[in-house]
């Protein structure tokens, strides 16, 4: 059974910073892709970010710039940098194994002053 636990989440001013972890278990970790999605109030989940096994980053485009992807496969561990945060960037993120289709819980982001 995969788990992934989300962390890092909380109530930040606009312009500033979080950053995501995203803790996984129960699988090799290493080989598979990992991603960030997020979810506002009313609208569909959405991919943010997702980093390949040999860990290439792909963005989608409202976060390019602003928001980095990274994992550490000695820690089981991907991470979500986000710098530069905007109102409309609040939303729960969810960490995904996109190779397995497992979803951690979700961490909730809120950008407001």
């Known amino acids: 059974q995969v788990q992934l636990v989300e962390s890092g989440g909380g109530l930040v001013q606009p312009g500033g910073s979080l950053r995501l972890s995203c803790a996984a278990s129960?699988?090799?970790?290493?080989?598979?892709?990992m991603a960030w999605y997020r979810q506002a109030p009313g609208k569909l989940r959405e991919s943010v970010a997702r980093?390949?096994?040999?860990?290439?980053?792909t963005y989608t485009d409202s976060v390019k710039g602003r928001f980095t992807i990274s994992r550490d496969n000695a820690k089981n561990t991907v991470y979500l940098q986000m710098n530069s945060l905007k109102p409309e960037d609040t939303a729960v993120y969810y960490c995904?194994?996109?190779?397995?289709?497992?979803w951690g819980q979700g961490t909730q982001v809120t950008v407001s002053s």
């Open positions: 995904k194994d996109s190779t397995r289709g497992y």
């Open positions: 129960g699988s090799i970790f290493s080989a598979s892709a």
């Open positions: 980093i390949s096994s040999d860990s290439r980053p």
